[in-house]
């Protein structure tokens, strides 16, 4: 029973680590249409600026809170600057961004080495239940998780913003009729999408301890959830992830991990290939 | 991908194109054949280089051989397809383990066994991921392949790493040379030739087939697969076709590899070889057979010239060219003096200028 428990509590957190790499991902995959190779990296800038605070002596939960606000606005500078010119060509979206992502990662690495480098996390201990302990932070990563995913959607669903923010994504050229400034509005969905992703790399830099190839780990897992839960609405990939995230850490209680690691991917493509709309598919919220 | 193709070339470093196939071209008028001359010194300097490089650069000269056989795989589906497939180093390193498993556990050194047991491997399992990811009742959609691609040689370096009978995360170590009769292939000019060789063998094979009537249905694919399905042709067979022909070259040039490395490791079939790949071909000018090799001769030899110095900061160099290529020379390197005329190239007496577009179209 208490394995049982502790086994379900570690799945659950794993998912919601890869459901909040997923959103930012998911929203930019979404709204604009673009598969961004460098949200890897914006989850290593975010767990990079975390440690940095960290070791300049300033609380982590500073550096978690300025994470997502300086990768957000290192989005919105490279949308304006770069990613802008890639919105009619998906694959040279790819390649384009990959770069970016080839530059980023490789600065880091420069500035931290080959370094597997720990930080504390924030809450400390374990929440003991009876006899079982689970760990604090990994719960608090759960809540923060759902928060986010609850905002994100009431941002998108409920606010001027976000309808003025589908309005450019569905429909461009009527939207800029209507007056909306769709150039500012492409800027503020990439700066978003980046903000979480490095919101994402300021929580999970505790469990996973940081290292330049921490983003590349969960790019593919990201894409894959992405085109599993279905590109067009943010529901969709936000399944996705809790689908994959689930899959990848339930599957190894039951069978040797590296079969398991692989048949994640395998069932994935073969069930894109034949709903490659999704999990849920149609445009919107 | 747009639509419009701007007659005006643009400079470089003026405004920059969104697309990627009309970014500054230097279209020539007149009918001088600029390609054969570069092919002609690029292997007059092919052939000379082991008599002008030391010991220790003729082999690292037969590695970039050996890649630039394998950029010529990645070429052919993505340059003249226009399929992307981000998981090449799956069929190279497939090929890779496959002959390195073959010497191992069966003493099969003979080259007339291993090179074609390499790429049939490759083949097979091109034949098995393109026509998984390619054909079908509906048209698979460009990124879906793409990220399917990328997926599958993702999933295979993480089974070779976990895999104790494919040695885990070392790979397999000292695999005995290539043989011929009792002669060993050991690094050194012998075997820089003998790739070599094999690199102009398979460079023509593929320089006939793009430049046949298969190739025009190709390049016609590229340029609006819409179009193509509408003449009648099955876009898709085309497609898994040149695929697992891509994966065949690939096979090859891993098999290669792995017998001139000496060893394979998981890498090999992973993600870093297969976007390392890509980068050859977009530097080089991908639709070009001789930009892929030319691309996989400046990259490894920068990389190599520039990593002693300065091994921290060449991947952000090389990240930040990359970009700039993309950004403002999407036809890569080759197309500084290579026109766009010559690039499409001409199909029997129908040479017409070609127009570009939706390359990436649904």
Redesign the interface.
Known sequence: MANAFVAAFEILSFGAIIVLIVLGLGIIASMMGI?NFAQGEFVLLGAYITYLAYAKGLPIWAGMVAAPFVVGALGFVLEAL?IR????????A???T???G??IR??V??LIGGFYLTVPEPIGGSIDIGAMHISAWRFTIIVITLLVMAGCYLLLSRTNFGLRMRATLENPSLARASGISTPLMYGATFAFGSALAGLAGALIVPVFSLYADLG?RFL?QG??AV?VGG?GSFIGPVAGAGVIGTLSAALPWVM???VA??LV??L??VF??FR?QGLIAGKGV | ??AVKRAIPAEIGGE?????DSGGTARRASARKVLPIVEGVVLVAALLAPLLLQDYLTVFATRVIILALFALSFDLVWGYAGI?S?GQALFFGSAGYGVALLARDLDITNIFLVLPAGTIIGLTFALLLGG??LL?R?P?????V???T???S??AD??A???YYLGGQNGIPSIAPMSLGTYEFTEGPAFYYLVLGILVVVYLLCRFLVRSQFGLALAGLRENEQRIAFFGYKAQHLKAIIFTIGGGVAGLAGSLYAFHEGFVWPNMVG?VVS?QV?LYV?FGGSGTLIGAVIGAVIVEGVSFWLSDNYR??W??I???L??LV??FR?LGLISFVLGERERVGSFGARAKESVKEN??AP
């Open positions: 598969f770069i010119r890639f919105y009619a060509a998906p694959i040279v790819m390649l384009g990959y770069a970016l080839l530059i490789e600065s690495r420069g590349l593919i894409f894959v085109m590109v040797a991990p590296v690691d692989v991917f395998v994935a493509i894109i290939k490659p | 991908m747009g920059a194109d969104v697309v990627m992307m981000f998984f990811l079908g509906h698979s959609s460009v990124i879906f793409s990220l399917g990328l997926t599958g993702y999933a993480r089974l790493r976990g895999w993600v976007t890509v977009l921290d900061i991947p952000i090389l990240g930040l990359l970009l993309i950004l999407p390359r990436d």
